[in-house]
């Protein structure tokens, strides 16, 4: 599961409508890197931040293969 933390209203605004845009794109099947049809990452308001320690700052950059089979779905955004 993924999850975007909002600090305001314009951040939640801009979350929900790259999230609507990506499911467009699967929809359409511009995008079929997903294992799924469906976008679920949860869009919230932010609460408290943790920072992650050292060696999990930036962690796809540095592991481009990922865990859990996470890996990058593109490099560019589609174009709709």
């Known amino acids: 599961a993924s ?4 600090t305001d ?3 939640k605004e801009i979350a929900e409508k ?5 499911q467009a794109a699967l929809d359409s099947g ?3 890197a997903f ?3 469906n ?3 949860g869009i919230v308001d932010y609460t408290v931040f943790y920072s992650a320690h050292e060696e999990h700052q930036e962690y796809l950059s540095k592991n481009p293969l990922g865990y859990c089979n996470h890996r990058y779905r593109f490099r ?3 174009m709709l």
């Open 76 to 78: 560019e955004w589609p």
């Open 3 to 6: 999850a975007i933390f909002c």
């Open 18 to 22: 790259v999230k609507a845009d990506l």
């Open 39 to 41: 976008v679920t990452t």
């Open 9 to 11: 209203a314009k951040q």
């Open 30 to 32: 511009k995008v079929n």
């Open 35 to 37: 294992q799924t049809k």
